[in-house]
């Protein structure tokens, strides 16, 4: 049972920080269960949770290989790339590269999308000031995202972990009230990365739940 299983375990729900984690072992083919939390019930304050994802948030893994237990998605997405050694550069420039626009996406995208979501998407109305804010943000950031793949396929020039931690958070363009073809290489590269069996399977996790397409 549990002694003979070597692979991951992973604790996820089906949100842009989660579906990374799950797109990264498809892409991986590492095997892997899934343990959904459901964090609209509140799964992700048991203590037997909070015990290795002391934050109380999705994404956390087990791996039963090594043992090692972790939070944070960028963490864990970095962990798996280092354990592989695939979709992350060896130390050099482009391993570098790669840190500055993980960081960007742990630092910008995800919190500040993730404020889009809370107050355009799931609280409109209540607070203006929020939602202006937020939004500009918003669509700063796709700006941002936008010139620089202006002369690239991908945000670090090869397909990486840096693609698989901002694209779930592009995949919300319709929670964020966000128009993808205001940004005409954001959607080409949302959908090249839309159309990998890796991804589409990872999305998936644990709800099967269809990849917004844009127009
Ligand atoms: N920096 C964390 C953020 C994780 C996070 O915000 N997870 C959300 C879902 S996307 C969550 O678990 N929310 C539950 C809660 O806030 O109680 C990461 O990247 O893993």
């Known amino acids: 049972m549990d002694g003979e299983f070597t692979g991951i375990d992973l604790f996820t729900w089906a949100t842009p920080n989660g579906r990374k984690v799950s797109i990264m072992l498809e892409e991986l083919e590492l095997p892997y269960r899934v343990y959904p939390i459901d964090i609209t019930k509140g799964d992700q304050l048991n203590p037997d949770f909070v015990a290795f994802s002391p934050n109380n948030k999705i994404p956390a893994i087990i791996d039963h290989d090594t043992g ?22 060896s130390v050099g420039e482009d391993f570098w590269r790669q840190m500055e626009w993980l960081m960007f996406q742990m630092g910008h995208i995800g919190p500040m999308l993730g404020q889009t ?8 109305g209540k607070a203006p000031y929020a939602e202006e804010r937020y939004s500009k943000e918003n669509a ?38 966000m128009d993808l073809n205001n940004y005409p290489r954001l959607k080409r590269w949302y959908l090249k990365i839309a159309d990998r069996p890796a991804v589409r399977k990872g999305y998936a996790v644990p709800q099967d ?4 397409t844009p127009d």
């Open 117 to 124: 979501h809370h107050f355009i998407k799931f609280n409109p």
């Open 140 to 177: 700063r950031l796709y700006q941002v995202l936008e010139n620089r793949l202006q002369d690239k396929e991908y945000i670090v020039d090869e397909y990486s972990i840096v693609d698989i931690a901002t694209w779930p958070w592009i995949s919300r363009y319709e929670f964020q009230k």
């Open 209 to 212: 739940i269809p990849i917004p």
């Open 68 to 89: 090692l237990k972790m939070m944070e998605s960028g963490a864990i997405l970095m962990y798996l790339a280092h354990k592989t050694g695939k979709l992350m550069a």
